[in-house]
């Protein structure tokens, strides 16, 4: 079992920063994968970055590459999702999910894949 707990979220103007963190409990979660999706009022969930059990492998929407990154830090059991030049349309409930893919390659994107998640967390960002 994970549990996942995220924070960080918060009310930013356009161009500011955000680092979300997700926190989980399980004394395996070095072997998970874990990505980071998100939902805006009235849309789907959508995929926004992945990393792999190793942090080496990494991977991100085109909406926000070159702005956002994923890293984690298996000793404190945390996935970090540092967020910069913020967008109004970034803002959405973001959710941390972790589980043991496969092939991270070809499951990294599918939110079926992933059989833990966190509560979620607001990232407002204003114009």
């Known amino acids: 079992q994970v549990q996942l707990v995220e924070s960080g979220g918060g009310l930013v103007q356009a161009g500011g920063s955000l680092k979300l963190s997700c926190a989980a409990s399980g004394r395996t979660f070095s072997s998970y994968a874990v990505s980071w999706f998100r939902q805006a009022p009235g849309k789907e969930r959508e995929f926004v970055a992945a990393?792999?059990?190793?942090?080496?492998?990494?991977d991100y929407t085109n909406s926000v590459k070159g702005r956002f990154t994923i890293s984690r830090d298996n000793a404190k059991n945390t996935v970090y999702l540092q967020m910069n030049s913020l967008k109004p349309e970034d803002t959405a409930v973001y959710y941390c999910?972790?589980?043991?893919?496969?092939?991270?390659?070809?499951?990294?994107?599918?939110?079926?894949?992933?059989?833990?998640w966190g509560q979620g967390t607001q990232v407002t960002v204003s114009s």
């Open positions: 999910a972790a589980a043991i893919l496969d092939n991270f390659y070809s499951d990294r994107r599918r939110y079926g894949r992933y059989n833990y």
């Open positions: 990393c792999n059990w190793d942090g080496v492998n990494t």
